[in-house]
């Protein structure tokens, strides 16, 4: 079994990693400060897992930044770096600055991660690294992993959140080179599920769509013709345990379906769920980010991952666990 760092473990994806990890008996050190709007639950409070069940399970409430400083531990054979400020499209549009404090969260631990070599860095970057002029409403493509390349072009990514994420897998790259620390860089695109904070579309508009059931009307963010490529995060987790241990130079794998779903389609499909089908309107009033954001699959079908569950099942299951 393996000893595992996970930083940011209390959020949305940690805890899926660690409701996957635990029962198979690996050591989890879970690092989280449970701050306010962040996602993070207090792991007493996990709603569909309970890790303090479990003697492998060791959680430390408190700054990754710090904890850096005072554990030295230098047998970790993975290190899941998810710590990050994060939040939906208000947060990066509206506190750019906030997400700042990535470049400072990565800093420190790159920095630890030189000192302490562990086995393996599972670095998570996101879709928003990608060149916003490919998701135009006049010109949009599936993104593949080969259009950022640190040595031939960048292009303009999603505000200081995505230049923070190319910040982060820029050092990976060079945490290879100078230090020969092996990691992998994964760019998810919408990930999704029940216990996904408010903040997030996915879990916002199913209980939009519920709480409204039947009704003539239902509004969306934005026009609610942009897109995103919506995909479980249970797929995310079984792709990163699928792919990880292929690439060691802190390469960029997409986490994607490679479908794009407008969040109108969105609402007619939890409406159709539902049994009614209202119009969908959209706020002019309301950010909406990019117009469309999907993931090229090549790669991470190469490497043996492909997503199982379709995004209306996803929907149902959150439907059906709203309802309760």
């Not at 400072?104 to 393996?120: C, F, H, L, R, V």
């Not at 290879?176 to 620390?181: A, R, V, W």
């Not at 939890?270 to 009033?285: H, M, Q, R, Y």
């Not at 199982?308 to 309760?324: D, M, P, Q, V, W």
């Amino acid at each position: 079994m393996s000893k595992i760092l996970i930083t940011g473990g209390a959020g949305f994806v940690g805890r899926h990693f660690i409701q996957r990890l635990l029962p198979e008996g690996h050591e989890i050190h879970c690092v989280d400060l449970l701050e306010p709007l962040s996602g993070a639950i207090d792991p007493k409070d996990w709603p569909l897992f309970q890790p303090l069940e479990f003697e492998n399970f060791h959680f430390y409430a408190e700054d990754c930044r710090d904890w850096f400083k005072n554990h030295q531990d230098t047998d970790f054979d993975y290190a899941y770096h998810l710590a990050a400020m994060v939040g939906g499209r208000a947060m990066i549009e509206n506190n750019p600055l906030a997400v700042a404090d990535d470049l400072s969260i990565d800093a420190e631990y790159w920095q630890w991660a030189a000192k302490t070599n562990p086995g393996k860095t599972i670095v998570f970057s996101s879709s928003a690294a990608y060149p916003v002029h490919l998701q135009r409403p006049d010109h949009y493509v599936l993104l593949k992993e080969d259009m950022i390349s640190f040595d031939e072009h960048l292009g303009m990514p999603d505000m200081t959140y995505g230049w923070a994420k190319l910040t982060h897998e820029y050092c990976a790259r060079l945490a290879y080179e100078k230090h020969d620390l092996k990691s992998v860089s994964y760019r998810p695109f919408s990930g999704y599920g029940e216990d996904q904070d408010d903040t997030y579309p996915f879990p916002s508009i199913c209980k939009r769509v519920l709480e409204n059931r039947g009704a003539p009307e239902i509004g969306v963010w934005g026009t609610g013709r942009q897109m995103r490529d919506f995909i479980h995060i249970d797929d995310c987790v079984t792709g990163v345990l699928k792919t990880m241990d292929q690439i060691d130079d802190g390469s960029a794998i997409n986490l994607s379906t490679g479908i794009f779903t407008s969040f109108v389609d969105f609402v007619k499909t939890a409406s159709d769920i539902l049994g009614f089908n209202p119009e969908v309107k959209g706020t002019s009033n309301t950010p909406e980010g990019v117009f469309a954001r999907g993931g090229d699959t090549a790669l991470q079908n190469k490497l043996g991952f492909e997503y199982s569950l379709s995004f209306r099942e996803g929907i149902e299951r959150a439907l059906n666990c709203f309802s309760k």
